[in-house]
């Protein structure tokens, strides 16, 4: 099974079996870090560093964009989703924002040390001055100026 790291996967020193690809916007992340000689020497001989198509890249930014989480996500986030969209793999990752957006495309997901999501979410966003809801991000209200929360939706009754 094909599985595409994050940088937090990687840093944990877990080891995942089956054929293993990063992005190469990976790699800052991991040097920020700090790269020990282990993980220099897992990355040489044990993963595989690729780069997302454009065309993944333009659906994982338009998925993130429907469920709301295109705020959420780093550029790194957006090449992991597209990456595993390319080559039909599964995400390793514990970023709920990641995980959301790799369901609602057909992506597995793995998470590393959390739960992981349960349910997937299209998120809106609620002005806190006027109370208008929106379906995308603002840094503020386009109606009145004041800043913007996270609503998540509400359940309907079964």
């Not at 040097?31 to 044990?46: D, F, K, N, S, V």
């Not at 595989?48 to 295109?70: F, K, N, V």
Request: charged share 25%; glycine share 6%.
């Amino acid at each position: 099974m094909r599985r595409v790291l994050d940088a937090s996967a990687l840093l944990t020193g877990r080891q995942f079996p089956g054929e293993l690809l990063v992005p190469p916007s990976v790699l800052p992340e991991i040097r920020r870090h700090g790269l020990t000689p282990q993980l220099e020497a897992i990355l040489e001989t044990q993963i595989e560093i690729r780069g997302p198509s454009p065309e993944a890249l333009r659906r994982a930014r338009a998925m993130s964009e429907a469920t709301g989480d295109a705020h959420r996500l780093s550029p790194t986030d957006v090449d992991l989703i597209a990456l595993a969209l390319d080559v039909q793999a599964i995400v390793v990752t514990d970023d709920y924002s990641v995980q959301n957006v790799a369901r609602a495309l057909g992506v597995g997901f793995e998470p590393v040390m959390e739960r992981g999501i349960r349910e997937q979410w299209t998120w809106s966003y609620r002005c806190t001055g006027c109370r208008t809801v929106w379906p995308k991000w603002h840094d503020d209200c386009p109606t009145c100026g004041a800043p913007l929360r996270t609503a998540r939706p509400r359940r309907q009754p079964r």
